[in-house]
Structures are given as C-alpha cells and as structure tokens.
C-alpha cells in the first residue's frame, strides 16, 4: 500500500495545513518502543512530546500491553450508568487514594474536553442543586486551553485557532494570564500578576460558579510556565469568596511537573480536578474528574427536586480504558516513576539554561519534564520556530512548534542516553536556524 497517497485521500488531520501538509514527505508511523518511534520505511524518530503529552512512560510498556491484551479477552465494554465493572471499581480506588486531600469521588468521560465539560457542569449544577442558580458564570485565563468543544473553547478561546467559530462561543470571564517570558513586571516576581485574577474575582464572585485554570503551565499558549504560588493565591481566594476550584491537570498531571500532580506542588486541593491523557499511560482515550465528598453529595435527590447528574458518556469507564490505567498507576508505584524522571528533567534544565543564551533565543525555561524556548522577534519568531522544528524531524526528532515558542516534553522514563540525544538534535538546529 503506499501509505502516504491513501492518507492524502481521506484522512483529514487535526491542526493541520492542508496544502502545506500535501507537499511534505510526513513520516507514516508503524511502530514504537520506549520513547522512539519507527515509520513504514524503517527510519526511528526520538518522541520529543511524549507524542501529543500523553505517553508519559514510553510507548509498549510491556505491563500496560500485556493489561490491555488480558482485558481484551475478558470484558471489552460494559456500562457505568445504573450497574458497575471490577476494574472501574478499583481504579477509582487508587486515584482516590493519591489525588489531593479528600478528592475521592470520581467521574468518568472519553477525552479530555469531555472531562472539562462535565467539570464545568458539574460546577453549575452544584450551586443549582444548593439553591444558588445565579453562581453560573465561570473564570478563567486569558490564552488558556481547555479543549475545542463550542463549550471549553470559550474558556480560553486562542484567535488563532477559534476565531472562525467566535460568533458561536459563549466566552468565559478571563483574567490576565501569568506569562513570565513577558513580564510586565519585569520579573521581580512577587506574583503582581494574580491582581487581575482577584480583582476580577472579587467583582464577581455572587454569580461565579468556579475558576478553572491550567496549573503551573498553560499549554497550546506556548508552554507557559508560571509559579505554583499564584495556584496556591488562587486556592485561599477561592475559599474565601465561596467559589469553587477546578485544576485543568489533563496535561501537567501524573509526574509530567516532578510531583504527581501539580496541586502537590501548589500545596492545595482543588474542588475538582480533572485529568487525562496520561492517566492510561496515553494508550486508550480516558478522562476523569476527581471531585471532593460534598460536590458529590449535592447530587443526592431530594424530596424537593431532582439533582441527578444526566450526564454521561458512551465509554465512561471503559473496562480496556481501565485496565490500561490501573497499569499505568502500577508503574508508576512498582518503577519509582517520579524519581526516576529527575534524570531527564535534570538534563532538561541544564540544556535549556544554556539554549537562554544562544543569540536569537528570547528566553526558556523548565519545569520538571517541560520545557519552553521562545524564539525572539528579531530571530524570526514563528517561522524560524518552524524552520526547526522541521529540521529536527529531519534529524530523527518530533517536536512540534507553537508560535514562536518550541519546546521538548519528553517521556518521564526517558534514559539519560536518549535525553542528550534529544537535547543533542534540538541545540543543532537551534544554532543552524538562529
């Protein structure tokens, strides 16, 4: 089969350009092992994101496989609405038991937009349920992403990629985002930027139903890195105005900030937090909100009204989805995940504090196995952002650009051999294209 003229015929790729992609030799992938992928022509590619931030422990990590093959030959799907399944069971057990505080009730959706829109409704009903219908507007950060449904790309909404739908989203109230490549306070931080936050906050507080927010690092912004101070900022305000908490960890969440979660680094718990992508180790499409007793006591029906939450999903703790996380739980449990991903977020650190001082660099930073690099205006920006990101997969490594910012978000178990690799492509072409 030639692989590249069928995809070319029907398969229509998501943040795509069409023409441009049409002229490219994309590589067509066939296979992958640990953090390297290989295409149909045998040539092996250094997965520099972790391939869209989910596969935190490498690909075909043989427990995880070997879990999903074993419930293959069991139980492939069974519902959750009204009746249960032995793996849903326990895995709701053990992320009860490492989330935050006393987050120990869990909902279960397909994907990540799914997981922030039943948040968001969860959030809404609540105060509904408590007699507070006007606690329904929601707070969030200017650039934030939260998904591309109509209801989660108004949370953030990035006119890049929303302005053709603008007419039709519902915009949230947005705060100024923390940006410290840009900061305005010229980065004597003493979190200044969390004025915009409480100010719009505490104007509207009696009709918000609840902040959600990207913690430690607003992603499709550019790898916005920020301090776990302004989340802890915005745990006490939020308690102390009555509006509920929701933390985005979809992205951030299961080692990828050198703690499990970044509401460990923040020191706090959140109201409800919702994670993803690698909670199945970025195998099988799954989701969930993890929420605190009282939010899921505000559902029991009453004498008075019916507060049952109709809302559900298709797979909503699918048995495979399942098996794939309570592996992916084990490993990072039996494999000592987190200490392990010091090496590489070691290397990461050291490289990147060296990349800052490449001419034409504007400034980079990193945050356990994160790292962002802008590209300075005069060192072309965007399209030399581009220019290297193409090299690099010329030279065997995937990274993907975004705006002038490109960055490596590497696999936690990523061997320090293969780190210096990937470091070794991406400086190369930094100063081949600067």
């Known amino acids: 089969m030639n692989y590249r003229k069928t995809d070319l015929q029907h398969l229509w790729h998501p943040y795509t350009d069409i023409t441009k992609f049409e002229k490219t030799e994309f590589p067509v992938i066939a296979s992958a092992s640990g953090v390297r992928l290989k295409d149909t022509t045998g040539k092996e590619y250094l997965d520099g994101i972790s391939s869209w931030w989910c596969v935190n422990l490498g690909h075909s990590h043989p427990h995880i496989v070997n879990s999903v093959v074993q419930q293959a030959l069991t139980l492939q799907h069974s519902i959750t609405g009204g009746m249960s399944h032995t793996g849903i069971i326990k895995l709701s057990e053990m992320l009860s038991a490492i989330a ?12 990540g937009a799914s997981g922030v829109e039943a948040a968001l409704r969860i959030s809404i009903q609540y105060w509904w349920n408590l007699g507070e219908p006007e606690k329904k507007n929601i707070v969030s950060l200017s650039g934030a992403y939260h998904g591309d449904t109509l209801g989660t790309v108004g949370l953030g909404f990035l006119p890049r990629f929303h302005r053709p739908i603008e007419h039709v989203v519902n915009r949230s109230l947005q705060a100024a985002a923390p940006h410290c490549f840009h900061c305005p306070f010229e980065n004597n931080c003493s979190l200044q930027c969390f004025s915009d936050m409480e100010q719009l906050l505490r104007e509207n507080a009696e009709t918000t139903a609840a902040v959600i927010i990207e913690p430690v690092c607003q992603g ?32 951030v969440g299961f080692g990828r900030t050198g703690e499990m979660f970044a509401s460990d ?42 507060t049952t939450f109709y809302h559900g999903h298709t797979f909503s703790g699918n048995p495979l989805a399942s098996a794939a996380a309570i592996a992916a739980l084990e490993v990072f449990k039996n494999e000592n995940v987190i200490e392990q991903s010091k090496t590489p977020a070691t290397l990461l650190a050291g490289a990147f504090r060296e990349f800052r001082e490449f001419p034409g660099v504007h400034n980079s930073t990193t945050l356990g196995c994160m790292s962002s690099l802008e590209i300075s205006q005069d060192g072309g920006g965007a399209s030399t952002a581009s220019r290297i990101a193409e090299m690099s997969l010329q030279k065997g490594l995937i990274i993907r650009p975004l705006g002038s910012v490109v960055y490596l978000w590497p696999p936690l178990l990523t061997s320090a051999t293969d780190m210096k690799e990937m470091l070794c492509i991406f400086g190369d072409c930094l100063k081949e294209c600067l």
């Open 100 to 111: 935050p505080g006393t987050l120990n009730r869990v909902y279960y959706a397909s994907d």
């Open 220 to 251: 499709a912004a550019g790898i916005r890195i920020y301090p776990p101070g302004y989340v802890t900022l915005l745990r006490k305000l939020c308690t102390e105005l009555d509006v509920l908490l929701i933390l985005d960890e979809i992205a």
């Open 265 to 306: 680094l923040a020191e706090i718990q959140p109201d409800l937090m919702v994670t993803g992508k690698s909670l199945t180790g970025g195998y099988l499409p799954m989701s969930a909100v993890i929420t605190s007793p009282e939010i899921f006591e505000s559902f029991r029906p009453t004498s008075l009204r019916d």
